[in-house]
Every structure is written in structure tokens, then in C-alpha cells.
């Protein structure tokens, strides 16, 4: 399952971090958001191993959404040893996600 961090965690766990990070930007009332939610909890079940997952709520932690330049959600950032290496905006299925992470490890 994927966490809800905070700014606090996402510099330690993300910024901080060597290796692939792998952040779902999501709000609570956004309808997309909600269908992506069970479909990232599960890749991030499925490869743990392979990447830190987590979520952050953009209403809660506006400072990081504006940090990233993030206007529309979802959006799921892959970073590689703190640094942005990838994006995608909008519901995806699982087998892309998997796919991004697979492409930035």
C-alpha cells in the first residue's frame, strides 16, 4: 500500500533518497484520482522492492504540487535518486505504471 506523505517526508524519502521513488499527486475529490488509488496501492504492493511508492494530497501539501509544476491530477512522478525523471498525467492501468517503473530503475 502507498502512504499519504507530507513535505517532510518527501524530502527525506524522495529528495534525500538514492534510488527509484515513484509519487501518485492526487485530491480526494477528484473522480480519476479515486480509480487510480487501488490500481497504484497494488503496484506498489507488487514492487516494493523495486521502488519507494507514495501519495501526496495535493491540497494538503500545496507546496510540493507547486514545487512540481502540478496543475491537473492524477499526475505520478518517477524520480531516480531525488531527481524527476518521468511523468505521466491521468488514470493509467497498472501495466504502465509498472512499465515507468521498470524504465527509470
Known amino acids: 500500500m502507498a502512504n499519504v506523505i507530507n513535505g ?3 524530502v527525506k524519502n524522495v529528495k534525500e533518497t538514492n534510488g527509484v521513488a515513484v509519487i ?9 484520482c479515486n480509480m487510480l488509488g ?4 497494488e503496484v506498489a ?5 523495486d521502488a ?11 507546496e510540493i504540487a507547486q514545487e512540481y509544476r502540478v496543475t ?17 498525467i491521468g488514470f493509467m492501468p497498472k501495466e504502465k ?3 515507468g517503473v521498470n524504465s527509470v530503475k
Do not use: H, L
Open 72 to 88: 491537473t491530477v492524477p499526475t505520478v512522478i518517477f524520480f531516480k535518486d531525488g531527481v524527476e525523471v518521468k511523468r505521466e
Open 8 to 10: 517532510q517526508e518527501f
Open 52 to 62: 519507494y511508492f507514495a501519495k501526496i494530497d495535493i491540497d494538503q501539501s500545496m
Open 97 to 99: 505504471i509498472v512499465a
Open 24 to 32: 501518485d499527486f492526487f485530491a480526494t475529490w477528484c473522480g480519476p
Open 38 to 41: 487501488p490500481v497504484f496501492s
Open 45 to 49: 504492493d507488487e514492487m516494493s522492492g
